[in-house]
């Protein structure tokens, strides 16, 4: 097994409001692969995906209950500057999410907040000046030591 | 906003126990980065990393309360051929993921199973032959038409 990973599909209750949050309200363009049942997002590397719940579940062999509590999951986009995180927060905020918590410094030397997507999906918003964000897009821990 | 994301966090409730799966049992190696509280590994494009439930409820502004019912959301690991699929599921049963659906042929032309790693959070292991995967490990949507 590679270390790697490939797609991140969110389930969502409303696959065409979750569409138009990313693609209208982030300004994301989506595949023209998937005919209606999933929305396919090329994320630099990754492949991001939206998909009913019901039928991410169904496929994954579980039962579609309702979820409660916290997930224990979040995605974070990393800027390239302490600045954009705010701007990325405040367009997340007109495309409706909801700030979970508005940015501030990070004990670990960066600058960060979180919003959730309309189904409570988690994304943190996050300058790192010690992770390198190549042109492309990819990101890179720094090298061991 | 670009279109992409560096991180995806998993909130786990004993850090050591997910540590070893996914290092000793998948066999990815972690980035000695971290010191104690969190563990990263580079994938291919993105980060991934695992880090106490509680911890990143804190951190997103969010109560850690008990998570119940379907998260959800789905990570997956694409193959480079049919055959690995079953490979890596029977890797990830080996390490104690529980299977949740054994890889058969899917709808959509391929063929994919589910695990669930000692959190509960799934991923599929999937051969996609529309999908494709470069050397480095980032995959890439057809291109539109």
Same mark, same amino acid.
């Given at each position: 097994?590679?270390?790697r990973l490939s797609l991140i599909t969110?389930? /969502?209750t409303d696959l065409e409001r979750s569409r138009s949050f990313y693609a209208d309200g982030l300004g994301w363009t989506p595949s023209t692969l998937g005919s209606g049942e999933v929305v396919? %997002?090329? *994320? *630099?590397?990754? /492949? %991001?995906?939206?998909y009913g719940r019901d039928a991410l579940a169904a496929d994954a062999g579980l039962d579609n209950s309702?979820?409660?509590?916290?997930?224990?999951?979040?995605?974070?986009?990393n800027t390239r500057?302490?600045?954009e995180v705010d *701007? /990325?927060?405040a367009l997340a905020e007109r495309a409706g999410a909801h700030i979970t918590k508005p940015a501030e410094e990070a004990f670990w030397g960066g600058y960060s907040g979180y919003f959730a997507d309309p189904?409570?999906?988690?994304?943190? /918003? *996050?300058?790192?000046?010690?992770?390198?964000?190549?042109a492309a897009g990819h990101v890179r821990l720094p090298p061991d030591p």
């Open positions: 097994m590679e270390q969110l389930g /969502v396919f %997002f090329q *994320a *630099a590397g990754v /492949v %991001f995906g939206l309702e979820g409660s509590g916290f997930r224990g999951m979040s995605l974070a986009y500057s302490r600045d *701007a /990325v927060l189904d409570g999906h988690l994304w943190e /918003v *996050a300058w790192n000046p010690g992770f390198e964000i190549d």
